[in-house]
């Protein structure tokens, strides 16, 4: 085993584990852990029969292993990059309706306090 496999081992199977400890205490659902598990082992896959990736990437047209993951990894990363956008520019607003509507009660009860005395 090269140094590189231990530590991408290393690495996937830390990923592994601490997906499953986030989910036992509820911090995300189970479809969403075993996706991410998934994905993680498959990468432990890759690194232990790297042969794999190879064929793989024949399949897809790409020559060798390393630069079908690479391509992949890429475009999945720019889609994921993509949904954050997305969920962050969600909560900005969900935020700004939010402050607004505590701004204008504040301002109600305060108009409401004053005329009261």
Request: net charge positive; proline share 3%.
């Amino acid at each position: 085993m090269s140094p590189i496999q231990i530590v991408l081992t290393a690495f996937f199977g830390f990923l592994v584990l601490r997906v499953l400890v986030v989910t036992r205490r509820g911090r995300i659902p189970w479809p969403r852990a075993l996706f991410w598990a998934v994905v993680w082992s498959a990468g432990l896959v890759a690194v232990w029969f790297p042969e794999t990736t190879t064929r793989m990437a024949r399949l897809i047209g790409v020559g060798r292993g390393a630069d079908a993951i690479l391509y992949l990894s890429t475009a999945f990363l720019s889609y994921l990059v993509f949904r954050l956008y997305i969920l962050l520019d969600r909560q900005e607003q969900a935020i700004t309706r939010l402050v607004t509507e505590l701004a204008l009660r504040d301002g109600a009860e305060a108009e409401e306090a004053e005329s009261a005395s």
